[in-house]
Nanobody, 115 residues
Framework: QVQLVESGGGLVQAGGSLRLSCAAS????????MGWYRQAPGKERELVAA???????NYADSVKGRFTISRDNVKNTVYLQMNSLKPEDTAVYYC?????????WGQGTQVTVSS
């Protein structure tokens, strides 16, 4: 079993920055994929960014050039640096890990961007 604990959400003005962190526990192996999804009110959950243990990255078009995902494979920790934040980035952000056919989710952290 894998547990994911997120931190770093909050309230920020448009144009500002936030850094989300997510630490995985309960496993001794490097997780295949770690990443972030988000869900805004009234919208479906969507992929924000993901990174494989080998380094391959994937970003949503809406965040390319503004958000950067990074991870520490030894610590099974993933980060999301969010710059130039926009009000439309407001959502609950969920850490996710995919490993050997299973998926694991964090409890979510609120990010609110004021205009």
């Amino acid at each position: 079993q894998v547990q994911l604990v997120e931190s770093g959400g909050g309230l920020v003005q448009a144009g500002g920055s936030l850094r989300l962190s997510c630490a995985a526990s309960g496993t001794i192996f490097s997780l295949n994929v770690m990443g972030w999804y988000r869900q805004a009110p009234g919208k479906e959950r969507e992929l924000v960014a993901a990174k494989q243990s080998g380094g391959l990255e994937n970003y949503a078009d809406s965040v390319k050039g503004r958000f950067t995902i990074s991870r520490d494979n030894v610590k099974n920790t993933v980060y999301l640096q969010m710059n130039s934040l926009k009000p439309e980035d407001t959502a609950v952000y969920y850490c996710v890990a995919f490993h050997l056919g299973d998926d694991y989710w964090g409890q979510g952290t609120q990010v609110t961007v004021s205009s």
